[in-house]
């Protein structure tokens, strides 16, 4: 696979934060997110009632957002939310992001983020002490990647999930 045509993209360029916040309602149910460690998945963490949600607000996510865990990305905790979470709940630390399918396909984000050049991104990004790293949304977002255009990127896909 040639990467000559290829370029280089700031993942700010593709990548723009949810800011879908809702105020939680005490006797409403609500599903919740989670993330796998080491490109396992977004997952469903269960049901909980906004009474047993600590604090008043939490993000709403959306089918084909990328999703990533604040505290461990630097372990591979990242995706793409699936059809099943649509609408799901996630914390602040799992912060997540529109993706411009036009330039990144989200299913091809999907399998990049799985990388461990990806993960080292994101390690890169994160600060704190050793045991405290947290990923920094500013400093993710100024990331450079490699991304080939998109008719490249569908041809990848059929190949990767053949």
């Known amino acids: 696979m040639s990467t000559t045509h290829w ?21 409403s149910r ?23 949600i600590k604090g008043t607000a939490r993000t709403r ?12 990305a630097r372990n591979g905790a990242m995706g793409i939310v699936p059809p099943e979470l649509d609408g799901a709940l996630a914390s602040n630390d799992f912060p997540a992001f529109d993706v411009d399918a036009q330039r990144l396909r989200p299913a091809f984000l999907s399998w990049l983020c799985r990388t461990s050049s990806f ?14 790293k947290r990923l920094s949304n500013v400093r993710m ?5 490699s991304l080939p255009p998109p008719e490249e990127q569908d041809r990848i896909l059929r190949t990767l999930e053949a």
């Open 119 to 132: 993960v080292d991104l994101c390690k890169r990004a994160s600060e704190g002490t050793t045991n405290r």
């Open 61 to 72: 996510v959306r089918t084909g957002q990328f999703i990533v865990s604040k505290i461990d």
């Open 141 to 145: 977002l100024k990331l450079t990647i």
């Open 7 to 27: 370029s280089t993209c700031v993942l700010g360029d593709v990548l723009s934060p949810n800011t879908d916040a809702i105020d939680v309602d005490p006797i």
């Open 30 to 52: 609500y599903q919740q997110v989670t993330i796998k460690l080491w490109g396992r998945g977004v997952v469903p963490r269960g049901e909980i009632t906004g009474a047993d």
